[in-house]
Nanobody, 128 residues
Framework: QVQLVESGGGSVQAGGSLRLSCVAS????????MGWFRQAPGKEREGVAAIYTGGGSTYYADSVKGRFTISQDNAKNTLYLQMNSLKPEDTAMYYC?????????????????????WGQGTQVTVSS
């Protein structure tokens, strides 16, 4: 069983920065892939970024490339999402997710149903 707890959300003005954290417990930090997803009111959940924990390969949604950075600290069992140059359209609930079974094999990280474990979410609000 994997437990994921996100933190770091908040309210910022456009152009600002936030760093989200996700602490994993209840399992050795050997998830195949860790990802960040977000969901805005009335919209579907969408993939933001992912990291394959073995090789460290990272992937980003086009909408956040160059602004967001996903990283991991295995010693702390923690996943991060550094978000810079935030825009009002980044406003959403952000979720951390873990794939421990390898369902995201081959770089196919964008499907939320491939992630078996989820955190409770942390709200990010960006005002213009």
């Amino acid at each position: 069983q994997v437990q994921l707890v996100e933190s770091g959300g908040g309210s910022v003005q456009a152009g600002g920065s936030l760093r989200l954290s996700c602490v994993a417990s209840g399992y050795t930090y050997s998830s195949y892939c860790m990802g960040w997803f977000r969901q805005a009111p009335g919209k579907e959940r969408e993939g933001v970024a992912a990291i394959y924990t073995g090789g460290g390969s990272t992937y980003y949604a086009d909408s956040v490339k160059g602004r967001f950075t996903i990283s991991q600290d295995n010693a702390k069992n923690t996943l991060y999402l550094q978000m810079n140059s935030l825009k009002p359209e980044d406003t959403a609930m952000y979720y951390c997710a873990a794939d421990v079974l390898g369902a995201t094999y081959g770089g196919r990280w964008g499907k939320s149903s491939d992630f078996g474990y989820w955190g409770q979410g942390t709200q990010v609000t960006v005002s213009s």
